[in-house]
Every structure is written in C-alpha cells, then in structure tokens.
C-alpha cells in the first residue's frame, strides 16, 4: 500500500523559512516524479516544484529562486525548502508521486496534477506579513 506522509508545516513570518518532508511507503521511490503541490482557499492546486527520479527539477515561476525540492532516495524522502516566504504562500502543501508515462517535459508534468496517482494528506503552511 502507498502511502505518502508530510511534515514540517508551521507558521512564520514574512522572509522566513520552512522545510518540509514527505516520507514514502510501499513503492520503489526512486522509480518515480515526485512533486510537491499546493492549495489556498477559494483557489485551485497549484503545482509548485517536481523532481524527476535522475535529479532533474522544474519549478513554478511563483517560487523560483525561493523554493528548491530535494531528495533522499535512501530515505523514501521528499523535501521542500522554503526561503523568502511570503504571505500568499500560505497554504495546505501537499506532496504526490506520479507513475505516468510521460513524454513531455518535467514542468508541464507540474501542471498536470491529475497525473500524479498518490498523495499526502498535506501539511499548513501559514506565513504572516
């Protein structure tokens, strides 16, 4: 059974950081896109990093420079470290594998949340101004 689990959520302040985790059970990790999801209220999911299983990473224009994703293959482990925060990065941050086969590129892979098959329960993310 797959199971994805985040952690590291929490609140802080504008310019501050978080680092968030995504351990996963019950697939080989490293065979898959891994990719790091977010959702306001009142706004759709957005995708906000990815990671393919040779190191390559995409990111939305919202977050790069800020943002870098990361991985542990010998852990089952997912990061996401955050810098800079802003206010309109509050948010419920979720993390996803993605077992599609799929021929186009990794960002537009982001952009396709229905592509990704399994998913955490997600981890508050609330930055104060």
């Known amino acids: 059974q797959v199971q994805l689990v985040e952690s590291g959520g929490g609140s802080v302040q504008a310019g501050g950081s978080l680092r968030l985790s995504c351990t996963a059970w019950?697939?080989?990790?490293?065979?898959?896109?891994m990719g790091w999801f977010r959702q306001a209220p009142g706004k759709e999911r957005e995708g906000v990093a990815a990671?393919?299983?040779?190191?390559?990473?995409s990111y939305a224009d919202s977050v790069k420079g800020r943002f870098t994703i990361s991985q542990e293959n010998a852990k089952n482990t997912l990061y996401l470290q955050m810098d800079s925060l802003k206010p309109e990065d509050t948010a419920m941050y979720y993390c996803?594998?993605?077992?599609?086969?799929?021929?186009?590129?990794?960002?537009?892979?982001?952009?396709?949340?229905?592509?990704?098959?399994?998913w955490g329960r997600g981890t508050q993310v609330t930055v104060s101004s």
């Open positions: 996803a594998a993605s077992f599609a086969v799929w021929g186009g590129s990794l960002g537009e892979l982001l952009r396709r949340h229905e592509l990704f098959r399994y």
């Open positions: 019950g697939y080989t990790y490293s065979s898959t896109c």
């Open positions: 990671i393919a299983s040779g190191g390559t990473t």
